[in-house]
């Protein structure tokens, strides 16, 4: 792992510090799903007592995400990028990602497809184009393309 990944991954783990609630909590978790232009997240605490809380991200945490995107893609050795990402906090401090480079991500809103051009032009992956060229093409409608990635067996949300 390179430097300038490990900041983006400490910065990402900050905003989840400062927009922790008040009181115990246990950990946080920002999940994100994206593409080159487009993404959708959403953070959630685990409290202590047993609830679950979630906590307002800001644009800055988003832009982290896409910037550790396409820095971590850089060091691929195929230059696939990923679709999903996860930041888990703890009360302590410690903090942990997962990464998801294989499934397309199930957005609630479904980007145009200028937007899924231009993912696939900075990240060629024919076999999951495949799945939504239909929507590219303009011959499915929106509604069709978000149950079907839903549906799509490994398909990831925020």
Excluded at 110 to 137: C, H, M, N, T, V
Aim: proline share 4%; glycine share 6%.
């Amino acid at each position: 792992m390179n430097s300038e990944i490990e900041r983006l991954q400490s910065a990402i783990a900050l905003e989840i510090y400062e927009v922790r609630p008040e009181g115990e909590w246990i950990e946080g978790t920002y999940r994100v799903i994206c593409i080159t232009t487009f993404l959708e997240g959403a953070c959630l605490f685990r409290l202590k007592d047993g609830t679950e809380k979630s906590g307002d991200t800001s644009y800055r945490s988003s832009q982290l995400f896409f910037d550790l995107r396409k820095e971590m893609a850089k060091l691929n050795n195929n230059g696939h990028a990923w679709y999903a990402a996860s930041c888990t906090l703890s009360d302590v401090g410690k903090f942990r990602f997962e990464f998801n480079y294989d499934h397309l991500p199930a957005f609630e809103i479904i980007p145009d497809a200028e937007r899924w051009l231009l993912e696939f032009k900075d990240y060629p992956r024919p076999e999951l184009q495949s799945k939504i060229q239909d929507w590219i093409d303009g011959k499915a409608e929106p509604a069709v393309i978000v149950e079907r990635l839903k549906k799509w067996q490994g398909a990831v949300k925020a």
